[in-house]
């Protein structure tokens, strides 16, 4: 029985929808008696959403989903993208053997491949938190320290819109990666099974993730960049949300020189975790896209060029350092040493009081969720 997933949603981020769309399937699937679920969706938030559903539901899952996102590849190398088989016929193979569930396929190992194999395909920080929200609902402890340690050691090697990556597909990365897998179970058999050959190596192309702390505070961002670059420095020009940022772009109170802070994206402010693709927009036409990095506690669009620094934790709306940055600071990522560095003097720094967006209020889901939500790195679902 199709089900089609809803259009209307509530307002917020990428966080809040799947966490609405994950709720909405269970309720949808709660009362039928299905034996399996063939999941396809575009968007990596409604395929987090809806295996998500699958674990809750304690069924076999099937993702219909084209291997030409690096998505696809992350939920191939977790286990429910067939490599070799369609997906039509693996749901029906898996309803009739009763098998396996999603639960019996989600562990640290089978994780690990996803972040891998998602990583390599070129994923950005959103990844990270669609795979912490299914490892923490499957009941995988330390996979937040996971990602700490893989992401930086999993730079992209070849995008799905390159020339190797049409040439070899999924299955060929996922090859190419060989010893570094494991040879998890999936919905067709075992992992390795259905690799062809070692294809030749790519050239590496693509971005890499690295994590920049602030020793004193605590805090923590996620630095994504296609450039070889040491450090990112510039003045601050902190805004309290994406459509102040934007206003500041359009109006050419952004300059090559700044780097640009954008508070009040997370997953609490959001609420839900904005993805800031309308800044990119703005960037663009402003010709300053790739040219300014941007710093902010959202997440930032998936094909953006540049330097983008994300999920900085805590956020604003947490009263995190993101908030008590002002416009004219200098601020340094040193990426070599993973570090956040300011010239404000510290005890200056400690006297600001933060900047807080505030919580929707009231009794609706976005303002339960933002209420309640975890930080990204946790999966940004329902604490």
């Known amino acids: 029985m199709p089900l089609g997933l809803p259009g209307a949603r509530p307002k917020g981020g990428v966080a809040l929808h799947r966490e609405w769309i994950t709720d909405w399937a269970q309720i949808s699937c709660s009362g039928e008696n299905f034996d399996a679920l063939l999941v396809s969706a575009t968007e990596p938030a409604e395929l987090a959403a809806l295996l998500i559903a699958a674990l ?31 997906p039509e016929e693996a749901v029906v193979g898996v309803a009739r053997a009763g098998g396996p569930r999603s639960r019996e396929l989600i562990e640290g190992f089978s994780l690990a491949n996803a972040l891998r194999a998602g990583l390599s395909s070129g994923a950005g920080p959103e990844l990270l938190v669609h795979l912490a929200a299914i490892a923490r609902e499957a009941g995988v402890v330390g996979f937040p320290q996971m990602i700490r340690v893989l992401a930086p050691e999993n730079p992209g090697i070849s995008t799905p819109d390159s020339s190797w990556f049409s040439a070899h597909g999924a299955a060929g990365l996922l090859a190419h990666l060989g010893e570094t897998l494991h040879d998890t179970p999936t919905v067709t058999g075992r992992l390795k099974e259905a690799l062809p050959s070692t294809p030749p190596a790519p050239e590496a192309s693509g ?84 040219v300014v990095p941007v710093l902010t506690d959202g997440l930032p669009p998936e094909d953006a060029p540049g330097t983008w620094t994300s999920l900085m934790t805590p956020e604003a709306a947490a009263g995190g350092v993101i908030g008590r940055l002002w416009s004219g600071d200098t601020l340094r990522l040193d990426l070599a040493e ?20 505030p919580v929707p209020s009231g009794f609706g889901y976005a303002a339960r969720y933002a209420r309640a939500a975890l930080p990204a790195l946790e999966g940004a679902g329902f604490g």
């Open 338 to 357: 993973g570090l956040i560095r300011t010239g404000v003097d510290p005890d200056e720094f400690r006297r600001r009081e933060p900047y807080a967006p």
């Open 207 to 290: 971005p890499r993730l690295v994590f920049v702390r602030g020793r004193a505070s605590g805090t923590e961002a996620v630095c994504r960049t296609r450039e070889v670059v040491a450090e990112v420095s510039g003045d601050c020009r902190f805004y309290p949300s994406e459509k102040a940022a934007i206003q500041a772009v359009e109006d050419v109170a952004v300059y090559p020189s700044d780097l640009l802070v954008v508070g009040g994206c997370g997953p609490r402010g959001g609420p839900g975790l904005l993805r800031l693709d309308r800044l990119k927009h703005a960037l663009g036409e402003a010709g300053l896209v790739g």
């Open 56 to 86: 809750r539901l304690y069924m076999p899952a099937v993702v219909a989903a084209p291997l030409t996102s690096s998505y696809a590849v992350a939920l191939a190398a977790l286990g429910f993208v067939p490599l070799n088989e369609d």
